[in-house]
């Protein structure tokens, strides 16, 4: 009697993404995606043997995996883990899919939905450069990558630290990696332009 | 409560509204449309509407996002379901710094992409519509 009560109270004041099933939501992430629907996928694994990132034991959860569970529901373990934002974008799991499933695209798609969403992972590396890489454009017109490299780089252990250092060192020796952050040119007008097409929001 | 629902659909694109209409309208919804944010704007201020069907990027850049940020002002539209859709790819949610999509712009809002799944569409549009109602009965 109390479970009938609790699911009807739940249905009716859920937020409404959770009345909709979660493989509808991801389906609609590759509506417009040239490959099939992610139902025809055969769980053969060929995307996860594929992968350079999962085979280096990087994704907590492989790609295929990862299909499976979208198929089965499991929303929030889904969102929480990293194998979409580890993707490299190399796109062999896409090319070699036999069933012709857009995998790389399926994994933009999980970026973006929790992005827009807000629910990644935390202390990720991916979402972090996302933001500072994106925020620095718009503020500078240009990338520098001192600054795009300490956002992740105290991620790291100390002795990944120091070879970071010493790289970093020799490139900037080489003239490759600029001491001062570049600007562009006429920087304010630039700025106007991008809060036409974009309204950032107030500074915060 | 089974008085046909009116929405309102602001986007630019006039084949993907007609589209998106001619599926609201068969499942008996009765469809509005602004192909401007400005007439979009008018016509909320001036007539009912149970949600609105809302683009991001419109005329001169993201326009959407800007009346989605009047509705959360305005204490009369406040509490009108919105159903976010766009053709965004890019991760640009860091760009509405402090006004990220969610936590929400109004109270009930969500976000899809285009193009939608008909089905996926009128499940949304459905599941908006009873959300926003069942806010409203609690708060009587």
Redesign the interface.
């Known amino acids: 009697m109390n479970a009938t009560a609790e699911t009807s109270v739940t249905a009716t004041t859920a937020p409404p993404e959770d009345r909709i099933p979660f493989v509808e939501e991801i389906k609609n992430l590759l509506y417009a995606s040239k490959g099939n629907p992610i139902s025809t996928c055969i769980q053969c694994g060929t995307c996860s043997a594929t992968c350079p990132v999962a085979s280096g034991g990087f994704m907590d959860n492989s790609p295929r995996r990862i299909i499976a569970m979208i198929r089965s529901g499991f929303k929030e373990q889904v969102l929480k883990s990293n194998t979409f934002w580890y993707c490299a974008s190399c796109y062999q799991c896409t090319v070699r899919c036999p069933r012709g499933i857009d995998i790389a695209e399926l994994m933009y798609g999980l970026k973006r939905f929790t992005v827009w969403r807000t629910e990644h992972q935390e202390g990720l590396i991916g979402p972090t450069f996302s933001e500072t890489f994106v925020k620095m454009i718009m503020r500078t017109g240009r990338s520098y990558e001192p600054v795009l490299a300490t956002t992740y780089l105290f991620t790291y252990g100390l002795p990944e630290m120091i070879l970071e250092a010493q790289t970093a060192t020799s490139l900037m020796l080489k003239g490759r990696l600029p001491l001062l952050p570049a600007r562009i040119k006429r920087l304010e007008n630039f700025k106007r332009m991008i809060r036409h097409i974009i309204p950032i929001g107030d500074k915060e | 409560m089974n008085q046909t629902k009116k929405l309102l659909i602001i986007d630019d694109d006039p084949d993907f509204v007609a589209g998106m209409k001619s599926i609201l309208v068969k499942a008996n919804y009765e469809v509005d449309v602004a192909y401007n944010p400005k007439d979009g704007l008018q016509a909320l201020q001036t007539k009912p509407y149970d949600l609105l069907l809302l683009d991001i990027m419109m005329g001169?850049?993201?326009?959407g996002?800007?009346i989605a940020?009047k509705l959360g002002k305005d204490p009369k539209l406040r509490n009108l379901?919105v159903l976010i859709i766009t053709g965004i790819?890019e991760?640009?949610?860091?760009?509405?710094?402090?006004?990220?999509?969610?936590p929400h712009f109004v109270a009930?809002d969500?976000?899809?992409?285009?193009?939608?799944?008909p089905?996926?569409l009128l499940?949304?549009v459905e599941?908006?519509l009873?959300?926003a109602e069942?806010?409203k009965g609690?708060s009587k």
């Open positions: 001169r850049g993201a326009e996002i800007m940020r379901p790819r991760q640009m949610a860091f760009l509405f710094p402090g006004q990220a999509v969610h009930v969500e976000l899809v992409e285009k193009p939608v799944e089905k996926l499940e949304k599941a908006l009873k959300t069942a806010r609690q």
